[in-house]
């Protein structure tokens, strides 16, 4: 949450708004995390947030565990 020109702005989970759309629904189908930003309360935008999972991060792991 942040104050900005006088205005709330804050980024919150999808599930937590219990925001549903198609565009969240296909994101969350293909493992998206989905964020949405608000400005005093009103949903302003949708953010779909991705990880890349690097080759050898798996092999790196495996030795930690």
Do not use: C, F, N
């Not at 104050?3 to 219990?18: K, M, N, Y």
């Amino acid at each position: 949450r942040a104050r900005l020109s006088g205005q709330t702005v804050e980024v919150l989970s999808a599930q937590s708004l219990s925001v549903t759309s198609p565009v969240v629904d296909h994101l969350e189908s293909r493992g998206t995390t989905v964020v949405v930003v608000t400005v005093d309360g009103t949903a302003i935008g949708v953010l779909g947030l991705d990880d890349t999972v690097r080759p050898h991060v798996a092999a790196s792991l495996a030795l930690k565990l």
